[in-house]
């Protein structure tokens, strides 16, 4: 497999996780364990976004994309549209402190509501 395909599966990925940080507790409505995968992953996302650290998977994808001799430039699917979308040229301090809370505040109204939904149903 070629390196650059392994980048592109890192991107797919790192998107996928960004994806499942956010909204993976909308899945906890429907199946409750899912809780024990989600939680531990949005609670890294969202400390990955407050602290300023970087997320593992971005010097990988470099890494992979130097390794395969890919110019930057050279530009498909995920190039074009997932990269844009994992790592936008706004990106700030103060925006990554936003989208922190911004995944902590909707997992937290998604959990509150899933409890609250499971509990009134067992009582």
């Known amino acids: 497999m070629s390196y650059r395909v392994l980048a592109d599966l890192v991107v797919v990925g790192h998107f996928a996780f960004a994806l499942f940080s956010v909204f993976g507790g909308l899945c906890v409505l429907k199946w409750w364990l899912v809780a024990w995968i989600h939680i531990p992953l949005a609670l890294w996302a969202a400390v990955v976004e407050l602290t300023g ?7 990988l994808e470099h890494w992979l ?59």
């Open 53 to 59: 650290w970087p997320c593992p998977l971005t010097p």
């Open 65 to 123: 994309r130097n390794k395969s001799g890919m110019a930057f430039q050279d530009i498909g699917f995920v190039e074009g549209y997932l990269l844009p979308l994992l790592y936008p040229t706004a990106l700030t301090r103060r925006l990554q402190i936003v989208l922190g809370a911004v995944v902590l505040g909707i997992n937290g109204l998604i959990y509150w509501w899933a409890l609250r939904r499971h509990f009134r149903v067992k009582t």
